[in-house]
């Protein structure tokens, strides 16, 4: 490789954006098969609003309060939508105690003595409380509308589900369908359950879907699609995606993400646009041209 050409190469790049962490980095994405997408931040705008709360017996506002009490503690996006709505309803958040993070799967913490869980179904599983089935029907078919259902529960019982809504970044259709156009298949992988991912992974037109990934196997997948003979560029933005931005043979960040992502990636999109990955492989794909 001449050190000329990848100059060009990392200078077009600056102009576009895109920052290259190294000149080799774009020598290691000349083989990309496949584009791996995480959801929430990437794929969409990571800001999440609720859209209704299904209830048993237990008053709507009731349970908004006491779960935006324990996810005031909470930096996850879907924490944010609850506590904004509670906000807006002028709800008045009890203090918390023995705040906990069950990761990929929510949080936990005593509100006025009892232990409230707030997260995804899994979690309820685990911790035995029961979920009635008018509740679950509600959850299922706000996933299937592409909403993440946010369960809360205690003394023994589910209380209520909070469906909270994303949206597609505006680019996201049009960025993977251009990847299609390149001959790249694309991925979206996600801690999300497997009916809100395909619901949102069919409206980006995405292929393939990981679904219910915990944070720590995210690398582990993309080490699977690797060993399955693919080339992997994964685009991420948050803490999670960090051990996947290292394992993927290009990790793509989203500059308005997590230091930790940008960190270990060896491009960062400086914009938060989608259209950088367009980019970032087409300047690598002219880049390795010029070189070899
Ligand atoms: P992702 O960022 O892809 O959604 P995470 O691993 O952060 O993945 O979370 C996986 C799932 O766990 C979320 O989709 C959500 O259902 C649930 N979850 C995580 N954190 C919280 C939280 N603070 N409150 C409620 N649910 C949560
Ligand atoms: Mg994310």
Redesign the pocket.
Known sequence: ATPTAIMVGTGRAAHLGILVKGAEVLEGSKKITTVVF????TLTRGQMRLTGIAVDATSESEVLQRAAAV?SA?E????AA?TAAARDRGLELPEVTGFG?V?????RAEVNGTAVH???RELFDRERLHLPDQLARHASDGEAQGR???YAGWDGQVRGVLSVADTLKDEAVEVVRRLHGMGLEAAMI????RQTAETVASEAGIDRVLAEV??ADKATEVRRLQAEGRAVAMVGD?V?DAPALVQADLGIAIGTGTDVAIESSDITLMSGQLDGVVHAIQLSRRTLRTIY
């Open positions: 995480d959801k929430t931040g996810e909470s996850h996006p879907v924490a609850i993070n990761a990929g799967h929510g949080v707030v997260g995804r993440t259902s946010v996600t801690g999300d359950n915990l944070p948050g999670n």
